[in-house]
């Protein structure tokens, strides 16, 4: 299958600093990737959908200018955290499509991220 | 929330026994997918049914899907230790590029 990497695995940064998280499709044109958050135990929750050269769609309840969201190329997107606090601590995972309909998405390893 | 739901949120069994997970969700679908979670890893994509499908299969998977009821189920048989992970559905909707997961299930596999 596709491949999608996500990079860092694991992050730790300090109270009010600034994480980016990439996303990228090796091996296939992403039209759209999908940013996700994890709680402990818990399912995954849609946060965004990023469609490559336009504005990404926020699910409710997700602060769009907390996540920053660019999905500049066909292989990248980025997720930036702002002015992190620890209750964004989580794990984040994105997802990629071959197309604008997701059918099998294909998902990168995920980012542990831990805010002291 | 549009999230389904699964059921067991936690199974244990031996080697060898099946293992059956059930999904509910709530809206109208395109198609239906199973994706299992090692501990802190990504989403590893299993099998898709589509709406018109009843039934699919894939080695030790089998999938059926019930659209009357809105539920799914997932069938691991002769299960392996290393089958251990969790496992959850997610569907795509009509007219929507999203994958809404359901809650998921913890399967634990003993030796």
């Known amino acids: 299958g596709a491949v999608v990497s996500q990079h860092p695995s694991r992050v730790i940064c300090k109270s009010g600093t600034s994480v980016k998280i990439e996303c990228r499709s090796l091996d296939f044109q992403a039209t759209t990737m999908f940013w996700y958050r994890q709680f402990p135990k818990k399912s995954l929750m849609l946060m965004a959908t990023s469609n490559e050269g336009s504005k990404a769609t926020y699910e409710q309840g997700v602060e769009k200018d907390k996540f920053l969201i660019n999905h500049a190329s066909l292989t990248l997107s980025t997720l930036t955290v702002t002015s992190a606090h620890p209750e964004d601590s989580s794990f984040y995972i994105c997802?990629?499509?071959?197309?604008?309909?997701?059918?099998?998405?294909?998902f990168g390893q995920g980012t542990r991220l831990t805010v002291v | 929330s549009q999230q389904g739901e699964e059921d067991p949120q936690a199974l244990s069994i031996q080697e060898g026994e099946n293992a059956t997970m059930n999904c509910s969700y709530k809206?109208?679908?395109?198609?239906l997918q199973w994706y299992r979670q090692n501990s802190g890893r990504g989403l590893v994509h299993l099998i898709l049914?589509?709406?018109?499908?009843r039934e699919k299969h894939s080695g030790r998977l089998r999938v059926t899907l019930d659209t009357s009821k809105k539920s799914s189920s997932l069938l691991i048989t002769a299960s392996r230790a290393a089958d251990t992970a969790s496992y959850f559905c997610a569907t795509e909707s009509y007219n929507t590029d999203k994958l809404i997961f359901g809650t998921g299930t913890r399967l634990q596999v003993f030796p």
């Open positions: 809206t109208s679908i395109n198609n």
């Open positions: 997802s990629a499509s071959l197309g604008r309909r997701v059918t099998e998405a294909f």
């Open positions: 049914i589509r709406s018109n499908e």
